[in-house]
């Protein structure tokens, strides 16, 4: 039998997470459902990060200006999303490190330092997402300006605290509560909205289209990066962690299967939040000729004259909101992964989180006070572009450690796994290469 400990190069680092590391026992015995539930929750916490305020501005400005036709991309963006995470979670489990962790081990600091920047940089880009999508919900709901809720957004801090302090379950119980009322929110929304289900069907169908219109291109890169958000790796890379499983063999393949389960089915969710945005944007703002909306704060506006009514604008603006702290939440607890991991750097929570809030704080005030509040959208689905071309920096990495046996022993990742996800990072890269070719030729986005 094979163990991965010989294939790093490093001494073992402290565990992804040490305050909640293995602190949720996982049933033994004959209680196999007790044993599932032990380990449903993580799951959800990385599908936030589908359905997050970046994911609103792609698919509202997608929908809008082309209907159903980048349902295609949503739905492949999941896809790669599931297998991705799938590899996560047997590298945790196998090997016992997060991504972060893996690189520092693996790499000399001439790559590491590189790889956590970039890393980081992506954590900044999803919470720019976050602080501006939070703003906007703030002010739809409550009137309030958008330069004040941005500032208002930094209390997320204290909720954060209050929730670790009250263990790690409560943190899963917070975000899938907030998810499941998204999920209602949604579901009236497009119940009221009668979209041509026909029209959505043929929506799921490929189409060659997104690779040579550079504006569509553009809006499906920004799915793709807010949809296989590369925080979300090292996310689920740590978080599996916090289970008790068995260090056994068969332990250790149970726990990939459920965690395995967990992912899939959240992220199947958040594929149907994800579609619901684009297909209510398609419907409404498509169908009555309003292609060109790319606020949400427009989005909103324009919601009761179509639908009819205060109820369609009032939940949209709840799912916001509940998207917005989602995403803080998550995005916490992955730039403490990413810090710690790649640079063995721990700090407070607290102050993790002032650092990234402040850094995501100061851009979206820039662009509002040089440009105004309106081109709060623009910038949002730039961040989501952004992260698309961070996407290799953490795909490859994943892929090569995965696939090496001396690495992860038993749990080595099947080769078609391998090869599925390596045309995955290789297609990403393709696309933003194209994507560079055509601004650098002058076409319009």
Not at 114 to 142: R, S
Not at 174 to 190: D, K, N, P, Y
Not at 330 to 354: D, Y
């Amino acid at each position: 039998m094979s163990t991965p400990s010989a294939g790093w190069r490093k001494e073992r680092s402290e565990p992804s997470l040490s305050d909640v590391f293995r602190s949720i026992a996982v049933p033994g015995g004959h209680s196999p459902l007790r044993r599932v539930l032990a380990f449903i929750g993580p799951g959800y916490l990385v599908a936030v990060g589908y359905m997050d305020p970046g994911n609103w501005a792609t698919s509202l400005a997608g929908g809008a200006k082309y209907g159903y036709r980048l349902l295609f991309v949503a739905l492949l963006s999941n896809i790669m999303a599931i297998l991705l995470q799938a590899l996560c979670a047997r590298l945790a489990i196998g090997s016992g490190r997060d991504l972060a962790q893996a690189c520092r081990d693996a790499f000399s600091p001439l790559l590491v330092i590189p790889l956590w920047l970039l890393a980081e940089a992506a954590i900044i880009a999803t919470d720019l997402a976050e602080v501006i999508g939070t703003a906007i919900g703030l002010k739809l709901l409550f009137g309030l300006p958008l330069e004040i809720g941005v500032f208002v957004t930094g209390v997320d801090v204290f909720l954060i605290l209050w929730l670790q302090k009250r263990g790690f379950r409560w943190i899963e119980g917070f975000v899938i509560t907030l998810l499941a009322v998204i999920a209602l929110c949604f579901f009236v929304q497009i119940v009221m909205a009668r979209p041509d289900w026909g029209g959505v069907v043929r929506g799921f169908a490929p189409s060659t289209d997104i690779v040579t219109d550079p504006g569509m291109l553009y809006l499906a890169l920004g799915i793709l990066g807010a949809t296989v958000m590369p925080h979300n790796l090292y996310l689920h890379s740590g978080i599996v962690q916090t289970r008790a499983y068995g260090a056994d063999p068969a332990g250790k393949g149970e726990a990939l299967r459920l965690a395995t389960w967990d992912s899939t089915v959240a992220l199947m969710l958040a594929l149907a939040i994800n579609a619901s945005i684009l297909i209510l944007a398609a419907a409404t703002f498509h169908a009555s000729g309003n292609t060109e909306i790319v606020e949400i704060d427009q989005a909103h506006a324009l919601l009761s004259p179509l639908l009819g009514g205060a109820l369609a604008p009032t939940l949209f603006g709840i799912a916001l909101l509940c998207s917005g702290l989602n995403a803080a939440v998550t995005a916490t607890m992955s730039g403490q992964i990413v810090m710690e991991g790649f640079v063995a750097l721990k700090v407070s929570p607290a102050l993790r989180r002032l650092i990234t809030r402040l850094l995501a704080i100061l851009p979206a005030i820039g662009v509002i006070l040089v440009y105004g509040a309106s081109e709060a959208g623009k910038l949002l689905i730039l961040s989501q572009v952004v992260l698309s071309f961070q996407l290799p920096f953490a795909i490859v990495p994943l892929v090569l450690f995965t696939a090496n046996r001396s690495k992860m022993g038993d749990l080595t990742a099947p080769r078609w796994l391998t090869a599925v996800c390596a045309v995955i990072a290789v297609a990403i890269i393709g696309l933003n290469l194209n994507l560079l070719v055509s601004v650098w030729r002058g076409a319009p986005i």
